[in-house]
C-alpha cells in the first residue's frame, strides 16, 4: 500500500494536538473535508453540531467551564457565517477561541466560487484576529500563534481560514515558535506607583465598593479577589459575567448590579466615594446614563485591556494589567499597612448598606395555586442540588432571574451570553460545558424563545452521549420584549407570542432522544427536579409552565439614571 504524503491537513491535526486540544465542535464539508480524514486517527474528540453556530456556543461553553481555549471547525462559505455570532459573542464575553473554517481553493478565492466567502473578512471585527493561510509550511506557526492570542491579554476568539487546497498541500510539522507576534505584548503587571495610589484612595475612603467584572474569573483572581475584599472591608459588587467571581453568601456580597441588578448593589455605586473597577468595562446595562453614574467616586480601574481603561469613564487611577496579578499586588501593599493599622471599620456605610437589603430585597410571590414563577423554581433547583450545578442561560427575563436568585458560590458555574446577549445560548454551551466537565452536573435554565433557536443540539447531546439537563421556561413568548412593550408602548403587544402548545416539550424531548417532563405546577417542581436529577444516562428536558405576566424587577429603564430603580411596574 502506497504511503500517503504528510500534508496541509495532517499538520493542522499535529498542530492542534501540540496545543492539548481534547476536543473540536463542528460540523464537515467540502472545503474542510480534507481535515476530517486524519482526524478519524487523531485523539482529539470530535462532536457533530447540529448547526454551525451551535458548534461555536459549545465551543465556548467548554472555554468558560474550563477557561481553556475552546476550538470550533466547520467548512467554507455558510458553515464559517453560521460561526459569526459565537464570534461576536465570544469577543464581547471576553472568551478563548479558535475558529477553524475551511476555504475554497486559493485560485478560486475571489471569483465567486461555490460554497465562497470572505471569512477572514467577516470575522475582523469580531476577533482578536483572523488568519488567510496560503502556505500549508504556515500551519504550526499559525496555530500556535492562534491558541496564544485567544488565550492571553484579554481573551478572545482569532479565527484560521485554510483553503482546501493548502490543505492538501504536502509539507512537514515543526515545533512552533511566536517570531510572527513581536508586537503583541500584552502587559501582566501592574505599576508599583499606581498600585501604590490606589490603595492610598482605598485606605482614605468611606464609601469604597469593588466594581467587579468577568476578567476576574478570566484571570483566575477569585481567591485573591475574596482575600483583598477583606482586607480593605469595602463591599463587592459582581457584573452579570462576574457571578460566581465572589460567593454571594460572603457577608461583604452586594450581587449583580445594573438594570435588573439589586437595589443595595447598584446603590452602593452611586453613592460610592471610591469605585474599585477590576477586570469589568462599564457597560451600559451596569452604567444606565453614563453621566450620572457613580457621581460621586473617584475611579480606580483595573483591566488587563488597555483600550477599555478612560473608554467609558475616566479613571484617576489607571492600572494596565492581569488582575490576579495586581490583586496580589494590592493585597500585598495591604497587607504591609496592617502591621500598623487595621482596616478601616465604616460602620456607617455598612450599617446604609444594611438597610438597603432590609428594604429593598429581591422578591416575589410564589401563589400556591397561582401559575409557577420562574423564580420559585430556581430557588427549588438550587436547594435540590446544594447550588452545585454548572448552569447556563439563554437571554432575557429566565437569565435576570437566575443571576438574581442563584446563589453562586464558585467561579466557572455561570455560564451566559452577556454583552451580545445571544438567545439560543444556553443549550449549545451546556452541552460544550457537560462535555468539558463530564463528572458535574449541568443544568441549562433556557426561555421557550431561546430553547427554540437551538434546541436541535439535543441530538447532539443525545447521540454523542452528553447528558445535560434543560429546563425550558414555557411562558408561551419573548417574555422580555412583551415586559418593554407592555411598560414602554403602552401595552400593544406585537409579535412576541409564540403560544404555550406547540410544541409539545416532552413529545419534541423524547424524539430526540431525551427523557422529557412536564411541571405545571408548584408542587410538582421537587419531585420532577429530583427525577431529572436521577437520569443520567440521557438529556433530559423539563418544560416548566411559568406565569406569561410576570415581570423582572428591579429594573432601570434603557438609558435612565441609576438613581432611578424601579422595583416594581407602578415605580415606572
Known amino acids: 500500500m502506497k504511503k500517503q504524503p504528510f500534508t496541509g491537513s495532517n499538520s493542522l491535526l499535529s498542530s492542534l494536538e501540540h496545543e492539548g486540544v481534547e476536543m473540536i465542535f463542528g460540523i464537515p464539508g467540502g472545503a474542510i473535508l480534507p481535515a476530517y480524514d486524519p482526524l478519524l486517527d487523531s485523539p482529539i474528540r470530535h462532536i457533530l453540531a447540529r448547526h454551525e453556530q451551535g458548534a461555536g456556543h459549545m465551543a465556548e461553553g467548554y472555554a468558560m467551564a474550563t477557561g481553556r481555549v475552546g476550538v470550533a471547525m466547520t467548512t467554507s462559505g455558510p458553515g464559517a457565517t453560521n460561526l459569526i455570532t459565537p464570534l461576536q459573542n465570544a469577543k464581547m464575553d471576553s472568551t478563548p477561541l479558535v475558529a477553524i473554517t475551511g476555504q475554497v481553493g486559493t485560485a478560486a478565492i475571489g471569483s465567486d466560487a461555490f460554497q465562497e466567502a470572505y471569512t477572514t473578512g467577516l470575522a475582523m471585527h469580531c476577533t482578536k484576529h483572523s488568519y488567510l493561510v496560503t502556505d500549508a509550511d504556515e500551519l504550526p506557526n499559525v496555530i500556535h500563534e492562534a491558541f496564544h492570542l485567544a488565550s492571553t491579554g484579554r481573551p478572545g476568539p482569532v479565527l484560521v481560514d485554510i483553503p482546501k487546497d493548502v490543505l492538501n498541500q504536502p509539507t512537514h510539522w515543526y515545533e512552533p515558535s511566536l517570531t510572527g507576534l513581536p508586537g503583541y505584548k500584552p502587559t501582566r503587571e501592574g505599576h508599583p506607583k499606581q498600585i501604590n495610589a490606589a490603595i492610598d484612595l482605598i485606605e482614605s475612603s468611606e464609601r469604597p465598593v469593588l466594581y467587579v467584572g468577568g ?4 484571570a483566575g483572581a477569585s481567591t485573591e479577589l475574596a482575600e483583598f475584599a477583606v482586607a480593605v472591608n469595602a463591599p463587592v459588587v459582581t457584573t452579570l459575567m462576574a457571578r460566581g467571581a465572589f460567593p454571594d453568601d460572603h457577608p461583604l456580597a452586594l450581587g449583580m448590579s445594573g438594570m435588573h441588578g439589586t437595589y443595595p448593589a447598584t446603590t452602593a455605586i452611586q453613592k460610592a466615594d471610591v469605585l474599585v473597577s477590576l477586570g469589568a468595562r462599564f457597560d451600559d446595562r451596569v452604567t444606565g446614563k453614563v453621566d450620572a453614574f457613580a457621581p460621586h467616586a473617584k475611579v480606580i480601574h483595573v483591566d488587563v485591556d488597555p483600550a477599555e481603561i478612560g473608554k467609558v469613564r475616566k479613571a484617576e487611577v489607571p492600572i494596565v494589567g492581569d488582575a490576579r496579578l495586581i490583586l496580589r499586588a494590592l493585597l500585598d501593599r495591604v ?154 408602548y403602552e401595552g400593544r403587544i406585537s409579535a412576541t407570542s409564540l403560544g404555550t402548545t406547540i410544541p409539545d416539550y ?41 406565569d406569561p405576566e410576570e415581570m423582572c424587577f428591579p429594573m432601570i429603564p434603557a438609558g435612565g439614571s441609576n438613581d432611578d430603580i424601579a422595583m416594581g411596574p407602578e415605580d415606572l
Open 335 to 488: 497587607l504591609s499597612l496592617r502591621d500598623a493599622a487595621d482596616a478601616p471599620t465604616r460602620q456607617e456605610w455598612f450599617d446604609q448598606l444594611d438597610s438597603w437589603r432590609k428594604s429593598h430585597p429581591l422578591s416575589y410571590d410564589q401563589d400556591p395555586d397561582g401559575p409557577i414563577k420562574t423564580q420559585h423554581f430556581i430557588e427549588r433547583l438550587h436547594a435540590l442540588t446544594n447550588g452545585e450545578a454548572v448552569v447556563t442561560a439563554g437571554v432575557g427575563q429566565h437569565q435576570m432571574w437566575v443571576s438574581q436568585f442563584w446563589k453562586f458560590s464558585r467561579p466557572r458555574s455561570w455560564i451566559n451570553s452577556g454583552g451580545l446577549g445571544t438567545m439560543g445560548f444556553a443549550v449549545p454551551a451546556a452541552i460544550g460545558a457537560k462535555a468539558a466537565r463530564p463528572d458535574d452536573l449541568v443544568y441549562a435554565l433556557d426561555g421557550d424563545g431561546c430553547f427554540q433557536m437551538t434546541f436541535q443540539e439535543l441530538i447532539t447531546a443525545a447521540t454523542e452521549d452528553i447528558p445535560v439537563k434543560v429546563a425550558v421556561f414555557n411562558n408561551g413568548g419573548y417574555g422580555m420584549v412583551k415586559q418593554w412593550q407592555s411598560l414602554f
Open 506 to 546: 416532552p413529545n419534541l424531548a423524547e424524539a430526540m432522544g431525551c427523557v422529557g417532563l412536564r411541571v405545571t405546577h408548584a408542587d410538582q417542581i421537587d419531585v420532577t427536579i429530583e427525577k431529572s436529577l436521577s437520569v443520567n444516562d440521557r438529556p433530559v428536558v423539563v418544560e416548566v409552565v411559568t
Open 215 to 218: 476578567g476576574v474569573i478570566n
